[in-house]
Structures are given as C-alpha cells and as structure tokens.
C-alpha cells in the first residue's frame, strides 16, 4: 500500500515534471512537498488587490504554436500547455543608465542589430560580427551537444570548439572597445548569477539565441498557474501528493534507494528517488553518513553556492504606461564595471547602484493586475551570508534600508513610481532560504563557473542507484532548464525501467 | 560529449585545472557547520512556546495576558503584528490571532489583549480558564497591517473600534518610546465609556508627547462626559485633522467600524494606497455576506470527506477550518481571515462559499485550492488536506 515506485521530493519546477511524467507513464508516484503549495520559486502570494509574481521574468524555449519550442513541446507532452495562457512578450530588454544610455532591444535580431549600432555606431561592424558569432555557436552547440553529433569534431564545429569555455567578458572583449556596450550586452547574467568575468560565455549565447528565436513569455496567472496546472495533471494522471511533508531520510540498501522516510516519520518504500533539492542538502542530511563515497564528496566540495536575491515587489495605482513602463524588462545600469565590482557587490549586504532587473507584467499582459493598477518587481542578486551576520532585532530595518536604496535607483529611471505604491512587500536572502530551504537561500543552484557548465558535471546522475536530481542544481538554471531537468530524470527513469523491466 | 572531443575545445586544460584546485580547496558542507537554520527560526520560529506571566484586568470583558518564552529569545515583530494563539477548548484544538498589544522594543514578553466575544469560544476560555503560569502555544509574529516606510506617509491616522485597539497601542508605544520620526492620531470609537482599552494610559500618552494626538469617540457618553461623541466620522476626521493629505490611514476593529468607516474615508478621497486595514475574521452573519446563496438556511446539514477517508458532519454556516478542527483533523492556520494562505486545501468534488476578500491566488481558484478558514460548504465536499 505504501510502496510507490516513485518518491519525488520537492515540487519545484524539476520535481512537478518529474512526477508529472512519471505518472502520465502509469508509474505510482509520490510528491512531497514541505511547503503548503507547489511550485518552489515558480509560485506567487497575494497582498491586497494585487497577486505578486515571485520569479519568473522571462519564459525561454516555449516558442510560437507556429514555431514551437523545446518548452512548448514538453508541456504538450504533459498536457498541460492548453490549460495554460501564455503571453508573448515582444521585447528582449531595455538597459537604461540614468543620463549615459536608454537602449530598447525588442526579440528580434535585426532590432537588436540595428539599435545597438545606432547606439554605438563605432562598433557597427562588431555589433553583426558579435550576433553572427552568437547564433553560430548556438547552432553548432545544437547539434554537437544537444542532438549528440556523435562525429563531432573540431573542424565540423569551429566556433563551438573555440568558445565554449571561455567567458563572457572575455569573448566581449575580443569583438568591442565601448565598456558601455559590453554592458549592454552582458546584462543577462543577472538571469544566471555571475558576472561576465566568470560567466562561461556559452550561457549568454544559448539565452540570446533561444529569446530571440523562441521569444520572451510570461503565464497568465504567472509560474504558480504552470506549478497548479502541473500538480493537476499529477493527480489526474493517479498521482499522489503530500503537502506540508517533507522528506527526512532516503534509505538505501547495497547502494542501492529503498525507500524515503518523511518528516513525520512515515515510511514510503520505492524504487527510484527525484530529488529536487541541493545535492548538498540530499547527501549530507537525507541519506546516512557514509553512504557517499568520499569521490562524490570532493566533487561536491568543488562546487560553490549562488546568490540568493533581494526583491522590492510592488503593487501600484496607475497603469503601466502611467508609471513609466513601457518595456516588460528594464535592467538599470549604474556603472559599466564588469569585472570583479559586480561580483563583490552581490557579497554585499547593502545595495545601491548594482545591476538590477525591473519586470513589469502589465506591459505585456494588461489583465496581470486589476484595471488602472500595474505591478512590477524589482530585483538583484545578493549572496546569503551577509544577511545571516544581520542581528534578529535589526533586521527588519535592515530589510527596508535595502529596498529603499533599491527603490532610489529605480526612481531615476521611473520618477515618481514610489508615490503610486498601494502595495509593496520585500524579500530578502532569508526570506528565500526559508521558503526555498535552499543552501543560502540560493535561486539558480551552484555558480556557474566555465568548470561547472554541462560538459563537466555529473548532472542529474548520483552514485547511489535509484536517485536522480532534477532541479538547478544538477545542470541550467531558470525555468526552462529546471522543468527539462525534471522531465529528463523521469524519462532517464523509464529508460532504465524499460531495459532492466 | 565524449572526454576525447572535449579535450580539443581551447581552454580545456585550464579548466581542468580550475575543477582540480576547486575540489581540493573547496567548501566544506559538513551538516549543520554554519546552518542557516538556527537564524530563520530566530525570526520564523516553527513554533513558540509561552508561558503567562502576569494578567491585568483592562476593563470588565478585557484582559492583557502578559506572555514569556520557555524556549529562547522571543522573535522580533513590527508594531501591528499578530500571534496566533493555539488552545485546547474541551475536545477541540484551534487557534485565534491576536495583535501582540506590547512594542516590538520590549521583546521580553509579548502582551495579547482580549476582549469577550459572547459566543468566542477562545476568549471565553482564555478570559475565563487561563492564569498566570498557564503554558501556551503560538506561531510566530505574522500578518502585514504594520507601518511600511517604504510608502507610508510619516503621518499616521489611527481608527480602532473596541478590541481594535491592541495593535495601535504597540505602534503608538513603539513611537514616542523609540522616538521614532512620526506623528500620529488615534481616534478610538467605543459604545460605552467602560468599554475603552488603554484610556489612562492613551491621555497620559497625550498628555506628554505633542506628536500623539487621541480622540476617544464614544457612542453612549455618560452625563460628565466632554469628549467627542457618536461614531468616527468622515466630518469628524476631517474636522480633526484639517488637512487630509500626506496621511496613511490604518483601519482596526470590529466588522461594523468597517462596515461604517471605510466608506467615510472614501468619500474623503483617501485613495487605497493610504489606506490599510487589519483583516478581521470571518464575518459575524455569514447569511449578511454579500454572495451568501439567498434562502439557504446556515444550519443545513453538510458532510465533508477529507482525503477520501472519513466524512465529517458540518453544516453550511460553518467554516470549513472550523469543521476539521472539530474532528480533530490538523490543518495549520494562522490569520482565519482567508490573507496567510497557511491553511490552504484542495477541494476535488462539491462547492463553496466564500465571502468577497479572500486573498486566493488567481490559479488557486481555478484549480479548487480554498482558504478553509472562510470557505463554507454549499455542498457535500470532498477535500484533500
């Protein structure tokens, strides 16, 4: 009665697809969740008349139902991509530096081209050469790496051989001289969690790419109607899912899972475990001491925590044209450092004048708040650490300091925003490690150094049989790369079901 | 991709060498060596676990219950804030919020005041059964009717009817106590002059600061009485306070002061964002609530099957978290006013209702997610806890 042949643990976005899949396929899973709702990051909470979206910016991979993308064939294949709404949204960014620059990059390329070159018309010839080398090497990324060319080779993929692990501030500085420009072409590692300086160059090709081919989207009801939906599909398909029930030990006998005791003590024998949580947290907490080999271990001390974020999320009485939104993604830019400032200031507690990301919904999907309201979410990334050096009794004046100097910033770009706010809540690095249980309350899993890119890391495989991760922390993160992690573990799953029967 | 080809890309060595010296360098993620979780419970404890210091009488149906940790330093709170209170009344265990009447500068207890409700079958347990000494179980500091600098104005206008006093009492302490950089008036509507909280102190308060303006408003004024008299009223707000602008408005009390007061402030022109309230409960007659089935009789015999086990017996005009309390199935809750989400449950087969401001996130309510705190069932339900 109690055996599943499935236990996932964790209903994030890697954990709902696991189990999603799973079920569909007419295996008996089990969900658990510690929290009272799924979803992890991809959730959303409500304050007064206003729903606040809490992490998704920009939908990658989903594509046009014309020109489908990787995404919105995964979530056909779940079916739940027609209970769901999307919303295009037609521009890639805006980057605004108050009095030095305001750029507008809509999803298309030859936009994209052309603006910057109107902007930075030194650098015309860069400008296509750096796009041609772009797409260049997310194609023979493609097929080298995604559809496994297994005759792959160097002179059959060039650039691929050539850039793939080199970084982005590096390749930036082969192709431009402006530090403006390579600003404005970097701001997406904000999406990624490192610097240009230590960001692999790879990621901000893949993103650009797959945004302007596939296009920005956003949900309607945001990321918690996908997590909802996805539960529902869960059950519907004969699912089982525990809610406020976390996961307290994984069992293994010979190496092998046997089962998954909760933390209410309840015991669940299965075959195959999902985890959707940290490998640090599923080796040393959940499984016994002594089960990891000492290798495994060391590979794990290799690899270092990401930054946490800080989020201003507001609920404001104008519409968003009105407040001064015109793009659904505004970065605001306050130097053109990107070598080791940007780094130092996420080890920061205070902020200021950090890269930082404005979302505002509304732009692209009117119905996101109510009629004459908008709302919008304004975010940096800053490590955990400082925030645990805070004291108790200081930390909510701590907390509102921060978001006060963040919403300064913000005010140069948006004057006046802040006399329109009917709502407003904050998170903080804590806030994310309470919710998320996250090592440093960490949003996009480990750093994504060159050294830790696809090519070199264990990915979803663990060394004890049976146990899969599915989450950012075993490969990409973001919502794309998290739900494709979770439905590849599923389908590593059924593969190894299917061969051993 | 195979080890042979990736030793071709430029820069392989390099990085081989960056894994090498990360891995015998690295972090060590030894269990628990720098645990954040001793700091988060410091501010979100699980739970807390109090003890009743002192009690003080208020007025004939209020007492402050004076509240001190078994376990460790109270959690900080902003001035505004509730508890939940979690007790056990004969059979039935539940739970009530009560704002925290003390300043988050006093942090060595928590005082909660509580008022009689004539069928609340908390605060007549706790005003009734509870002494000094009594051990009792609360969640931590929660809900969002505090002061937000973020936005509001520095100038505050405090209205509160009878029991809606309390988390006022720890803004206004925390204020002049803290000498923090605000002004406020606190206009607090009561019927009788023996109903007031917190009178002397509130004119001692006044009395003594020049940044504390209080307007006591009594419906019922004995004889001697030279106060303001009658309800809170936009004439008499505006008549107070002159100008209107460059004011946050706070809103705390009984269903009726709701009922009666944000209207009036509406139609000051006080627009939403300079106007906050404290959730209030669920409502007093659920038949009155706007959207309630018209006809259907509060006492109609309901049953709800929880996680397609047993079937409990409730009726219409109970809320559902109230049911599942009374059976003895466990659900966490904390606000019971539909806002904190903490006791959300999926309803698989049957309807419910819920009255208008039920913070229900837009995907929640279409995928049969409910706040059980203030969903009634209008049919037999069948739930997933």
Known sequence: ?501 | MKPEVLREFDGYEEVVRAIELSRTHGVDYTPDKDSPEPYIRRLHPASLHLQIQDVFVETPSTKTFRLVSRDGPLPPFQAGQYISLVVEVGAIRTSRPYSISSPPNHLGHYDVTVRRYPDGLVSNHLLDHARKGDLLEATGPAGEFYHNPLFHSKHMVLIAGGCGITPFRSMIREILECGLDRTVYLFYGNRDAGDVIFHEELTDLAARFDRFHYIPVLENPPPSYTGKTGLVTGQLIREILGDLEDKTFYVCGPQGLYDFCIPELERLGIPRRRLRREVYGTPSDIRRSPGWPAGLDPDTPMAVKVNGGKTLATRAGEPLLACLERHRVAVPSSCRSGACSLCRVKVLAGRVYQPPGALVRKSDRKHGYIHACVSYPLEDLDILV
């Open chain 1, 1 to 501: 009665m109690n055996d599943y042949d499935a236990v996932v643990i964790g209903a994030g976005n890697g954990g709902l697809t696991a189990s999603a899949t799973l079920a569909r396929q007419g295996l008996k899973v089990l969900l658990l969740e510690k929290h009272n709702i799924p979803g992890g990051c991809a959730t959303s909470f409500c304050r007064g008349r206003f729903e606040f979206e809490v992490a998704l910016h920009q939908l990658s991979g989903l594509g046009t139902e014309a020109k489908p993308g990787p995404l919105r064939g995964l979530l056909n294949g779940l079916g739940v991509a027609q209970d769901l709404e999307f919303v295009e949204m037609t521009d890639l960014y805006r980057v605004a530096m108050p009095g030095v620059i305001d750029v507008k990059l809509k999803a298309d390329r030859g936009q994209v081209i052309s603006e910057l070159q109107k902007h930075f018309p030194a650098e015309r010839d860069a400008i296509e050469r750096f796009f041609d080398l772009v797409y260049r090497f997310a194609g023979e990324m493609l097929s080298a790496v995604y559809f496994r060319d297994p005759e792959a080779s160097r002179s059959k993929y060039p650039t691929l051989f050539r850039y793939a692990l080199r970084t982005c501030k590096d390749v930036l500085d082969e192709f431009f001289q402006d530090p403006l420009l390579k600003t404005v072409l970097s701001v997406y590692w904000g999406y990624l969690g490192l610097p240009p300086n230590r960001l692999a160059f790879a990621y901000l090709a893949i993103l650009f790419f797959t945004y302007i081919e596939f296009k920005p989207f956003h949900i309607k009801g945001g990321s918690q109607a996908l997590s909802n939906a996805l539960v529902s599909k869960f059950l519907a398909s004969g699912g089982t899912v525990r809610f406020r029930c976390g996961a307290r030990k994984i069992e293994t006998e010979n190496g092998r899972v046997r089962a998954v005791i909760t933390e209410d003590g309840e015991r669940f024998p299965c075959r195959f475990v999902v985890s959707n949580l940290s490998p640090i947290v599923t080796y040393l907490e959940l499984l016994e001491p002594g089960t990891v080999p000492e290798q495994t271990l060391r590979e794990l001390r290799g690899r270092s925590v990401g930054p946490s974020a800080f989020v201003v999320f507001m609920g404001l009485d104008r519409d968003a044209r009105t407040c001064g939104f015109t793009e659904s993604t505004t970065f605001i830019v306050s130097h053109t450092d990107i070598t080791e400032k940007p780094y130092n200031q996420m080890r920061e507690l205070e902020t200021g004048n950090e890269l930082m990301v404005l979302s505002c919904y509304n732009v692209a999907d009117p119905d996101f708040s109510p009629p004459g309201t908008c709302q919008a979410s304004l975010v940096t990334l800053k490590f955990g650490e400082p925030w645990l050096r805070v004291p108790p009794s200081e930390y909510f004046a701590t907390k509102y300091r921060c978001a006060d100097r963040l919403l300064r910033t913000a005010e140069k770009v948006f004057p006046g925003i802040r006399d329109h706010i009917e709502e407003a809540e904050v998170a903080t690095p804590l806030t994310h490690m309470r919710y998320l249980g996250h090592p440093g309350g960490a949003v996009y899993g480990f750093e994504q150094h060159t050294k830790d890119s696809l090519f070199f890391q264990p990915g979803r495989a663990s060394p004890i049989q049976g146990l899969l991760f599915a989450s950012a922390w075993s490969g990409d993160c973001g919502f794309q790369p998290t739900l494709e992690a979770g439905h590849g573990a599923a389908k590593a799953i059924l593969r190894e079901l299917r061969a051993g029967g």
